[in-house]
């Protein structure tokens, strides 16, 4: 089966720092890789997509970048604020049904 | 607000009670899946729909789960003869599908505790 690893463990830094994710997959490369962001009681909100063939995608202080070597997908918010404290999300897509990891908790302290 | 609703957002019951619970999509989104949450955990895949069709349903998925999506606009998730494990956060996701590419946009989720 197909599976999405992120670190079950929360990631804490300070303010202006640059946090970095990791999302790890299984077998073959999805078509691409999906980051959400999921506050405590609420959905997840879509952030950024990054296909196959592309090495980096970037939007305003966030960027993602995507290993098939590794198989790994890291995701980067630099210039860290207390208000980027959330719960980030990887997904798989390219097929009908994406696959989401458990998620990595950030903590920006100020 | 992603423009996905779901109702009602809390919902507490008792062991082997039905619930429902509702979604509206964004209007013009072709697909609707329905995830389950629970803590610690991310979504995890339950069934979607294309348009009013459901064309899969995950294989975890117990006989007491039903989804409709009658003409293809909101869509019911009915739970029959809750379990305590059925105690999750139930979420909604719309997209519109272009090519392979499938954004999803998330409802506010509706949490279910079984009592």
């Known amino acids: ?110 | 607000d992603t423009g996905v609703s779901q109702n009602p957002r809390h919902k507490i019951t008792k062991r082997g009670q039905n619930v429902t619970f509702r979604c509206d999509p964004i209007s013009e989104h072709n697909r609707l899946y329905w995830y389950r949450q629970t803590l610690g955990q991310g979504p995890e895949f339950l069934t979607y729909f294309q348009n009013e069709a459901q064309l899969e349903k995950s294989r975890l998925l117990s006989d007491r789960f039903s989804a409709e999506r009658p003409k293809g606009s909101f869509s019911t998730l009915e739970i029959q003869r809750t379990e305590q494990g059925d105690s999750a956060m139930y979420l909604c996701a719309s997209s519109l599908v272009q090519g392979a590419i499938n954004e999803q946009f998330f409802g506010p989720g509706t949490r279910l505790t079984v009592l």
């Open chain 1, 1 to 110: 089966s197909q599976k999405i690893e992120q670190n079950s463990e929360a990631l804490n830094i300070q303010e202006g720092k640059t946090a970095t994710l990791t999302c790890n997959y299984t077998n073959y490369s999805p078509a691409y890789l999906q980051w959400y962001r999921q506050d405590p009681g609420r959905g997840p909100v879509f952030l950024l997509l990054i296909r196959e063939n592309e090495k980096e995608k970037r939007k305003e202080r966030l960027k993602v970048t995507f290993d098939t070597t590794l198989k790994q997908s890291l995701f980067h918010i630099t210039a860290s604020q207390p208000a980027d404290s959330a719960t980030y999300l990887c997904a798989r897509g390219g097929s009908y049904i994406p696959t989401f990891g458990r998620g990595t908790s950030l903590i920006v302290h100020p």
